[in-house]
């Protein structure tokens, strides 16, 4: 079982990395505590993807880079904030934990960057069922690293994962190679950074003064590390000095809505770590792979998405494996205990 590390992007950004979730809290009692955790995660991760779609596109904003360089330093100065009214407690970024964590960073740059990119050239329920091949790296990836072997449940929604993005590819009405390549590299970099923090994050739990590494300290490393690769970014793909003379800093919408799609992918790290101390890891990874219906729907009533029956079908396989496949990986984690 995995549930998801939001690490200030949600899901196109989206939604970062995997968690193993012996790492999480121990779950605490309350059915209307989780009831209402549950419906705040759903909600912001929601936000998130649409936030960023919006801001992307609404405003015709090509500077992908400068806008991640902005969500990261609010999610810096956001959980500093935090850290300073005694809200969480933040591991001090040493020198021997920034060395070991800055692969790991680097892959984590990769997929947050590709993830916007897609979003920007896709529509959001495309990113969303192409984001499900991310699985299939994954397995592949525990397979190759760790011997791990699924269960026959986990290859049939494999399966059924990869024929749902064959075909909604196929029935796309807006059909872009370039999106296209940016999400399926970015389903790379994100089996890539799910395997390998695994190991990093046992390895740095040592060089820690807790013993542990929480989940806002992780945000707050990631942020704070990866500035200077989207630094570097934004130099190569032109952005600097362009950006600062962009049409759109001049807007005061715009501007609001950048400052909103920063602040809601840190309270995603918020609203998923009260509701992982609100439930088990298995709930928290269902519920998260069942919000990409309502996300998906959402995504194609707001931005006008074209579409025809075949590709609603071909959407609504996709989601319905993801689901089915959250099911079949707890179902064979708790066969293995």
């Known amino acids: 079982e995995e549930a998801p590390l939001l690490a200030g992007d949600g899901e196109a950004g989206m939604k970062g990395s995997v968690l193993p979730s012996h790492h999480a809290p ?42 991640l360089l902005s969500q990261t330093l609010m999610s810096v100065l956001l959980v500093c904030a935090c850290s300073l009214v005694g809200i969480v407690k933040l591991e001090p970024l040493t020198l021997p934990i920034t060395k070991l964590w800055l692969p790991a960073n680097a892959i984590f740059v990769g997929m947050i960057m590709t993830g916007f990119f897609s979003i920007k050239h896709l529509s959001v329920p495309m990113v969303t069922v192409l984001k499900n091949f991310s699985n299939i790296f994954v397995v592949c990836g525990d397979m190759w690293f760790f011997g791990r072997r699924p269960s026959a449940g986990v290859w049939w929604c494999l399966v059924l994962i990869f024929i749902s993005g064959l075909c909604s590819g196929l029935t796309d009405l807006e059909f872009n190679l370039e999106g296209y390549a940016w999400q399926f590299t970015n389903c790379i970099f994100t089996a890539a950074y799910a395997l390998y923090l695994r190991r990093t994050m046992d390895a740095v739990k040592p060089l820690t003064r807790s013993g542990e590494l929480s989940q806002f300290s992780m945000v707050y490393f990631n942020n704070l590390l990866c500035t200077p690769f989207i630094l570097a970014l934004m130099v190569y793909f032109g952005e600097l000095p362009g950006v600062l003379d962009a049409p759109q800093l001049r807007s005061t919408s715009f501007l609001m809505a950048a400052a909103m ?34 996300t998906s729907i959402l995504g194609i009533l707001l931005f006008n998405t074209p579409t025809t029956w075949q590709n609603l079908a071909s959407i609504g396989l996709g989601l319905a494996a993801g689901v089915a496949f959250t099911r079949a990986k707890s179902a064979g984690g708790k066969a293995r205990r």
């Open 26 to 67: 121990a779950p605490a009692p309350g059915g209307t505590q989780t009831l209402v955790a549950g419906a705040c995660y759903c909600a912001a991760s929601a936000t998130m993807v649409l936030m960023n779609k919006y801001v992307l596109t609404g405003f015709d904003f090509h500077f992908t880079n400068s806008l």
């Open 261 to 294: 799609s920063g602040c809601v992918g840190f309270a995603i790290s918020l609203a998923s770590l009260w509701f992982l101390q609100s439930t088990i890891a298995t709930t928290y990874s269902l519920v998260g792979s069942l919000n990409k219906i309502p």
